[in-house]
């Protein structure tokens, strides 16, 4: 790795999506400055940053000599709509502004398709909102906007393929959903370092290509097969999603995985990407088949004793 490499300021690399993007950009010749709130091992290329999103010091050290950031961190989950306020709005202005000051235009930024439909979660409401943030900025940003992630490391979708090994998948009754996988969407976010003038200030939804989605039934039988199972599948309607929310915070409290905020947000029945919000063809085009990439998880978290 060369010391001329140009330096990308990565947040969240410690996470599930981010661990991609950061072998990805080392991949590409990079070096990447990370925040992390706990001690890394050391790894070639990478200057690891103790600090996170509050920590304006740590923020300033995080981005000494990059020309792009790349803003992967955020809060998916939170007990009440203060902690995706400070996580994912307050920490996005705290970067924003100290990359302002210092003159770094290049400003990658990972939102989320439920800023489309702030009104339904405090989540969406809060990608939204840092969103506005980044538009107002005088940044050279792009916005990328992933459906439903899936891939090795993920925690979030790892509790369907542990219900599909059971023989029952529940799903939202109604609805469709657009998918990534995470391999592609990190290479999405490191092309984006770099691009040409067709991603300037634009805000893109990336996903696997197929038209109109995943319904849902037909997403939880693809996991059931990567899973070599054919699951039963349950439609649940908002009242019943709503109901396993209550007691998932009665059984795990403020770990609980399925909370009101997230009912909400299932229960809705488009998260499927806008066609013409896909990234430019010659810059990016997904990869990884869908049912493919599922199956690949699958042996990673049998192999990594995850399931």
Do not use: C
Not at 245 to 256: E, H, I, P, Q, Y
């Amino acid at each position: 790795m060369h010391s001329e490499s140009p330096i990308v300021a990565l947040t969240g690399a410690t996470g599930f999506v981010g661990h991609s993007v950061l072998t990805e950009a080392l991949a590409q010749g990079y070096r990447v400055r990370a925040l992390t709130r706990r001690e890394q091992e050391p790894r070639e290329g990478v200057t690891w940053v103790p600090g996170d999103l509050s920590d304006t010091a740590a923020l300033s050290e995080l981005t000494r000599g990059a020309e792009a950031t790349i803003h992967v961190a955020g809060v998916t989950n939170a007990p009440d709509a203060a902690g995706f306020e400070a996580g994912n709005v307050a920490g996005t202005l705290n970067l924003i502004e100290t990359v302002v000051a210092k003159g770094i235009p290049r400003f990658i930024f990972v939102s989320s398709l439920s800023a489309r439909e702030p009104g339904l979660s405090a989540y969406g409401a809060s990608k939204a909102r840092a969103e506005k943030l980044l538009k107002a900025s005088p940044l050279d940003w792009t916005i990328v906007r992933p459906p439903a992630i899936f891939g090795p490391r993920d925690k979030e979708m790892m509790e369907l393929f542990r219900a599909a090994r059971w023989g029952l998948v529940p799903v939202p009754a109604q609805g469709r959903a657009s998918m990534i996988h995470v391999e592609d969407l990190a290479r999405l976010l490191v092309a984006l370092i770099l691009p040409g003038d067709a991603v300037h200030r634009m805000t893109f939804e990336p996903d696997d290509g197929k038209p109109e989605g995943w319904e849902h039934t037909e997403m939880a039988l693809a996991i059931g097969q990567a899973m070599g199972r054919r699951p039963k599948v349950i439609g649940l309607s908002q009242k019943a999603l709503e109901r396993v929310a209550s007691l998932d915070n009665f059984v795990r409290g403020t770990k609980a995985k399925m909370t009101k905020d997230r009912a909400a947000y299932f229960a809705h029945p488009d998260w499927v990407v806008s066609p013409g919000a896909r990234p430019p063809e010659a810059l990016w085009r997904p990869r990884i088949e869908t049912r493919e990439g599922l199956r690949s998880t699958a042996e990673w978290y049998r192999a990594n004793k995850w399931l």
